[in-house]
């Protein structure tokens, strides 16, 4: 191998080690009796840890919303702190819906609460 060759490999190598690493692989995540996947276009439930934030991301569907509460159990690596809560609102059309989780990782449908204005 001449030299021309030799810089062009290690102009290579340098290029490729400032490359940020591949995103990880999202992770499934469990749902509990009494849900299931959307279906249809929607992802299905799963969950993603990116340094030190666990990204969720999905949908569920609870069969019967005034029995079910679990969606499912996350990973050790998911919870949000002894003692503390992390809950997310999400709307759909005049509806939200708020999801919880909880220190001990598990991922709780809480309420469907009905929208009574716009708030600008």
Known sequence: MNKA???????????ASLLPPPPPEPQGIPLEQGFE????MYTPPSWLRVGSL???SGFA????????????RLPTVCRPGSGRRVFHTVGFNEE???????AASVCLYVCVCVCAGVVD
Do not use: W
């Open 5 to 15: 060759e030799q810089e062009r490999e290690a102009a290579e190598r340098e290029e």
């Open 37 to 40: 996947m959307f279906g249809g």
């Open 54 to 56: 666990c990204v969720l």
């Open 61 to 72: 569907r609870a069969l019967d919303p005034d029995q079910h509460k679990l969606i499912g």
């Open 96 to 102: 939200n819906i708020r999801v919880d989780v909880r």
